[in-house]
Each structure stands twice: as C-alpha cells, then as structure tokens.
C-alpha cells in the first residue's frame, strides 16, 4: 500500500485505514462504478433543486408559500477543523479534554447529520479552508486549510471530507462545497495554485463518484482575497474552469458568494448554474426581499436556483424574519450561527470547538422553525 500510496502512510492508523479503503475502491472501480454506488443526485431544472429526480420538499406548502424545490441549509465549514499552526492550536481545546481533536470534531458532525434531516435540512456548507472559528475575525493566525501552497488536496483533510459525504449521501442530503475562504486564500503562493486546487476539488469530487455536491469557488469574493482571481471581477474565470472538467460526460454544478447584501455581479450571473447571496448585516427582513429582487434583476439573470446560503439573523419566533422573508421570494435559506459574546459551549455551529447537536436555545429554534415550514 505504501508503495502504492505513499502518502498514506504517514497518517494516523485509524485514518490510514479508512483512507486506504477509498484509495482502493477508486483505483479498482474506477468512478463509473462508485457512482452507481451512491444514493443522492442534485440536479437543477429551471430555478429549482431536486434530488434523485424529485423536488426536494416535494408537494409541500407553508402558509400559501411554495417550498418544495427549494434547499434549506445550515453553515457548517468547521466541519473538518483543524490548525496547523503549533502556536494557535491550543485556542481549540475541548473542555472536557482540554485538547483539540479534529478526527472528533468530524466524528461528532457526521453523528449529528441524521437529526439534522429529520427536522428537514437538506444541505449544509463546508469549505476546504473552512471559516473564521470565532465567527468574525480580523485576522487568521491559525492554518485551517485543506490545499498546500502548491495547490494539492492533504489527504488527513479529504478523508473526513470522504466521511461527511459519505453520510450525506446515505442521508439524501446535499453539500455545498466551498474551495477558499479569505484569511487562508494567501497560503497559497500564486494563482497558478489556486486554479491547481480548484482543478484538485473538482477531480476528487468526480473520481469518488459523489453526486451530492454543489461547488461554491470561494465564499464571500468580494471580501479580502489576495488573490485577483479570486476577486469579484475574474472569479467566473474559475467557476467556467470547474464546469469544464467532467468524468464519464458528468461535472458539478458551480457558483460563488458575496458578503452580507451584495447583489451577485453580471458575470458570475451569466457563468454560475445557481447564486448564493448572504443575509449578513441585513436586519430587517425587507432588506432579504429587495435583495432577492435586485438578484433576479442582474443582466444574465435565467431562471435558475438563488440560495441564501449565511445568514445570522433569527428572531424565529416572530412571524417575519430573514428565513421568512427568503422563502417568501422562492430562495432558499441558510442557518449561520456562532458563538457569541458570554456563550459557552453548547452555542453556535461555527466557533471552534463545536457542540454538533440541537444543544441551545437558537438552535433549537431553527429547527423547530424549519421543521415547521418543512413539514418534516
């Protein structure tokens, strides 16, 4: 195996294993084979999703509003945390063992994924260099990233990606993708690297056969990427260079985000499959109406799926709210939750180390709100 997979081996028993498996299976099956062997399709037709052929939320209304064919989601980039800075790890630690441990952290969310089903979600955000651990941050001293500074996938990383989107496809759930997060985008030393990676994910994506995945290129490009590719002006360059690979005549369907309120430029308009909007720094429900009106408005605009895939707005006991108001203009909408100030463990989904479970007050309302809006 080692001469085989040289790489492998310098990994943990327990993950060797594991990643030796896959490795095996794709250079025996080849991914033909391994798609045949998954269970969850995403697939677009006009401005709405469907899994394996069906709309998601199928025949479901709520309060005369359509919701079937729509993706609700819940960001969860930490997923697969982890820091390589030696000086910056120790911020991490567990409370209970004092000590961070990534091979936990993804333990513990893909245990977690089938309640999150069961209340209705159907898709969540990771991200190869997942998102600030606190939140918001000015600066990122820790090195959460799954790509080298060449461009390479670091297979610790891809195996509990392996793991989380195994359980999804097991589940019918959906994964939303993202490559690059600003803050960790300039440990890549040039953009020849950052399309290496881009070409990277879209490959291991394809070669495993995995179908429930949507790519976002980077989240938030119009915010502090070093990168000029990255940025609003060129980024559909690498949305129409992961759309031109594809494995036995298939490839994903690719999109970008924006910050809090921005509304998607023409070009990415014109070369993503579907746009994903944030909800951040919009305190009135009104300001998600007119944002998604204005999206609809860009020049290019086609029917096609708009997904508010970061919002930290709640009040989900009120009858108007960022979700609601998404909804009610036929996007799709996603739960952003963090530790805040004086909040301890239990709380937020992005602040690292993460409690999984339905384990506070606002998590427990917005399942208890999407469960009701989506009839499960």
């Not at 040289?6 to 391994?34: D, I, K």
């Not at 690297?193 to 429930?212: F, H, I, M, P, S």
Request: charged share 25%; aromatic share 10%; hydrophobic share 35%.
């Amino acid at each position: 195996m080692c001469r085989q997979f040289p790489v492998v081996c310098a990994l943990s028993p327990l993950v060797r294993c594991s990643l030796q498996a896959t490795l095996v299976a794709v250079s025996l099956l080849g991914s033909s084979a391994l798609a045949q062997t998954r269970k969850t399709e995403v697939s677009i037709r006009g401005d709405t999703f469907l899994i394996n052929g069906k709309l998601t939320y199928e025949g479901r209304f709520w309060q005369g509003q359509r919701i079937e064919g729509l993706l609700m989601n819940s960001r969860m980039v930490q997923a697969t945390f982890d820091d390589l800075n030696p000086k910056t790890v120790s911020m991490w630690a567990y409370p209970d063992t004092k000590k961070y441990d990534a091979d936990r952290n993804t333990r513990e969310f893909v245990a977690a994924l089938p309640e999150y089903r069961r209340h209705g979600l159907l898709a969540f955000t990771i991200n190869l260099q997942g998102g600030s651990p606190q939140g918001y941050s000015r600066v990122q001293p820790w090195h959460n990233s799954a790509i080298t500074q060449t461009g390479e996938l670091r297979p610790e990383y891809m195996q509990r990606f392996s793991l989380i989107l195994d359980q999804a496809d097991q589940l019918g759930m959906v994964a939303i993708l993202g490559i690059f997060y600003f803050g960790q985008d300039e440990r890549l030393k040039d953009e020849e690297a950052v399309k290496q990676a881009v070409d990277n994910t879209v490959r291991w994506v394809l070669e495993r056969g995995y179908r429930n995945v949507l790519l976002e290129i980077n989240n938030e490009s119009n915010v502090r990427y070093d990168h000029p590719i990255l940025k609003p002006d060129r980024v559909h360059e690498l949305i129409e260079r992961a759309k031109s690979i594809s494995r036995d005549g298939r490839r994903l369907l690719v999109s970008t985000s924006y910050g809090g309120g921005t509304v998607p430029k023409e070009n990415v308009v014109r070369a993503a499959d579907f746009l994903l909007i944030h909800g951040n720094g919009q305190d009135k429900p009104e300001k998600i109406t007119e944002l998604v009106k204005a999206t609809r408005s860009v020049p290019g605009y086609r029917p096609m799926p708009i997904v508010n895939n970061e919002d930290d707005h709640f009040d989900f006991d009120r009858p108007d709210n960022n979700f609601v108001a998404s909804i009610r203009q036929y996007c799709s909408w996603g739960f952003f939750d963090y530790r805040m100030k004086d909040e301890a463990f239990d709380s937020g989904y992005q602040s690292v180390p993460v409690n999984w479970g339905i384990s506070s007050d606002r998590k427990r309302a917005f399942f208890e709100k999407l469960k009701e809006i989506t009839g499960n």
